[in-house]
């Protein structure tokens, strides 16, 4: 596709669900980055891959959240035992590789726990 | 690890005037400082950035300035319009240019 794309646009799910976010990169990018936006912040840096590869998880909340990128393109961004404080804006942005300039946005997952 | 602060976090201007949004950062070793811009409800957009070779850059209206001794980069955009009104985020890559991390963000309105 031209651009990064994110699915599914919106989540609603119950406290204590598992739920599973994608993430399609731009064909050709190795670098892939996993962020999440609460309402009137900045994004705030979760995991970011190299390859298939987690170069840095440092920002992953708990081990709740873990993300995978088994063939180095699609992502998933995995929450289990989902809590209302996850509620946010789950953000996914590639670049051609790490350290490269423009790292492009997804338009993002709303992920609404009830 | 690295943290961006960013300020005002609101910014209200007349058109035609210009707007200054500032950062600062903490880790020394960062080389490498994006700004993006966000509209509602959608997603983070590249305007301009700025490597740690270059003190300032200039695209049309906009300019980033940066200062590595003081850890400080400003966002300068001139002649507002009110199709400039968006969330501004600055961001700094530290070590390696692998990890931006972003700032809280400024929310500009340009009054027409």
């Known amino acids: 596709g031209a651009g990064v794309s994110q699915t599914p646009s919106n989540k609603v799910t119950e406290k204590g669900k598992y739920v599973e976010l994608r993430c399609d990169p731009i064909?050709?990018?190795?670098?892939l980055y996993w962020y999440r936006q609460s309402l009137g912040q900045g994004p705030e840096f979760l995991i970011y891959f190299q390859g298939t590869g987690a170069a840095d998880d440092s920002g992953l909340p708990n081990d709740r959240f873990f993300a995978v990128r088994p063939e180095g393109s699609v992502s998933t961004l995995k929450i289990q035992r989902t809590e209302r404080g996850d509620s946010a804006v789950y953000l996914c942005?590639?670049?051609?590789?790490?350290?490269?300039?423009?790292?492009?946005f997804g338009q993002g997952t709303r992920l609404t726990v009830v | 690890g690295e943290n961006v602060e960013q300020h005002p976090s609101t910014l209200s201007v007349q058109e035609g005037d210009s707007a200054v949004i500032k950062c600062t950062y903490s880790?020394?070793?960062?080389?490498?400082f994006p700004w993006y811009k966000q509209e509602l409800g959608k997603r983070p957009q590249l305007i301009i950035d700025?490597?740690?070779?270059?003190g300032e850059k200039k695209d049309q209206r906009i300019a980033v300035t940066l200062n590595k001794t003081a850890k400080h980069f400003s966002l300068h955009i001139t002649e507002t319009q009110p199709e400039d009104s968006a969330v501004y985020f600055c961001a700094a890559s530290g070590t390696g240019g692998f990890k931006t991390i972003f700032g809280a963000g400024t929310r500009l309105f340009v009054k027409a």
């Open positions: 880790d020394s070793a960062s080389n490498y």
């Open positions: 700025i490597r740690s070779n270059v």
């Open positions: 064909s050709g990018h190795t670098a």
């Open positions: 942005a590639s670049s051609l590789n790490i350290g490269a300039t423009e790292a492009f």
